[in-house]
Structure formats: C-alpha cells, structure tokens
C-alpha cells in the first residue's frame, strides 16, 4: 500500500504527456528490452471515422491499430485500379469490412469484394511453420463473418481450405488483395493464384509477412516474388505490400 503510495505521488509530479510518455518508455525498456517504442503524437490517432470502424471490432486499443490504418491507406492508393479485391483468411471479418467500407466510397465502386476461410481455423502447419500455431486456431464461423459485415452486400462468402474455392473467381481481375492465413502453404497458393490477376497499380498486402510467428508465411511470399520484379516491402507495423508493376531495390543485406 505505501508502495503504491509512493508510485502515485511520483506518477502526480510527471503531469506532462510527454514526461509520462518518458517514464512508460523507461520502465518498459526494463520489462521487454528489444522492444520499440513509437511517438505517441499521431494525427491519425484521432480520425473519428477510422475510429468508429476500430470501435465496431472492439480493436481500438488493440495491438492491430497500425496495421488496420496501412490498410485503409494503402486501399487509397487503389483508388484508380479496376478489378475486384479480396481478403484470405478473415477471422472474424474486421479486415474485410474495412476493405468493404473503402470500396463503397471508392470511385470503381463496381468492385465486389470475395472473401476465402476455412471457417475452420488454421490448417495444419508444417515443419516451417514454427511452433506457434496449431491446426484449427484462429476458428470463426461464416454466420458470424456475415453478421459483422453488418448492411454491406458487395461480397461473397467461400467456404473451403485455400485453394479449393479460387477457381469460383479465376475470371475476375484484382486490385487489392490481402492475405492474412499465418502458414507457407496457403499463403503461397494464394499469391500464385492472385499475382497474375493482379491488375497494373493493384496491391497484395500480405498481414503476416516479417512476423517471427508466421516464419512460413514470409519464406512463400519471397520464393513466390523471387524472379518477379516487385518484392513485398516490410511495414514497421508489421506485415509487407507489394504494388503489382513497381520494380522493387534489394535490401541493403
Ligand atoms: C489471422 S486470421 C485472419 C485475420 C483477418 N484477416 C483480420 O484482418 O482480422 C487467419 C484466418 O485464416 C484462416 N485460414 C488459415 N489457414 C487456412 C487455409 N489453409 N484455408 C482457408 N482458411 C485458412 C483461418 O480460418 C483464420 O480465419
């Protein structure tokens, strides 16, 4: 109790943001050490609508915010590609309905938006797929997929283990396409199948790419890319995009 005491009256000394922004840093360089810390001072943490979308999932203060938000950026730059756009592996739809909500305002608003799950969870990682994951995690229902997609009507549902339902689109041309399955198989039958149907400007953003959980995932994205012209570019927030027909430099190792 005198401890916590103690903490308070030393908290109260620190009013400004900024010295309680240093204190948090200092005692988390303690607790996780290879831990980054960002700049708290960002516009977009105060994009009401953005907001209003984060809070319909229940994510606002989730660790998903920054990767929702390149999202929803990176759909801008689509804005002029035609073609439909797709989301593989929804969990429980958030991506999808962001990837809805942006196509309803976007001026190709003839896109349709197709969403492929298992509806099961994961399928059975193999050797590279570290130790993380399990088959069947990360299971949701189609029932509850269609619920959170709350009024939109501009999607359609296929239900089966990636790629099993792809030849249902396999006339369709993309301009967005984020795939978010956690594994090398399915993320590899996934960019094999959509890369070429990408249209010129289009993006692949691939959620898991650079994740030490999703070893799998990175490893299909750069054997897919390796004779390509475009490679997937890390985001800070984790996972990459790639922009279809935009040579990418090497890294620098
Ligand atoms: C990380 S979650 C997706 C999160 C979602 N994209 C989001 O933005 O919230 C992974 C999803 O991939 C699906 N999945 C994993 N492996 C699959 C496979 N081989 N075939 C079909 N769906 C798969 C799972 O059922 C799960 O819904």
Known sequence: MALARAFYKFLKKRKSHMKRFQLLTEI????????RYSWPYMDWYHDEPFNDYLKRFD??????????????????????????????GSLEGAGSYLIH??????????????????????????????????????????????????????????????????????DKQFSFVHIDVDLFQPTFDTINFFYPRLNPGGIIVCDDYGSSLCPGATRAIDEYLADKPEKMLFMTCGSGFMIKGKETAAQLC
């Open 28 to 35: 988390g360089k303690k607790l996780v050490p290879e831990y």
């Open 59 to 88: 994510e606002l203060d989730h660790f998903n915010t920054d990767r929702r938000h390149t999202v929803y950026q990176l759909m801008r730059l689509t804005e002029a590609v035609p073609g439909d756009t797709a989301e593989c």
């Open 101 to 170: 909500l942006m196509n309803e305002q976007c001026r190709q608003h003839t896109r349709w938006h197709h969403i492929f799950d298992s509806f099961e969870g994961l399928s059975a990682p193999a050797a590279g797929d570290g130790s993380h994951w399990k088959k069947g995690d990360l299971s949701v229902s189609m029932n509850e997929v269609r619920d959170n997609m709350g009024a939109f009507d501009r999607y359609s549902l296929y239900k089966g283990w990636i790629p099993e339902r792809f030849p249902d689109v396999a």
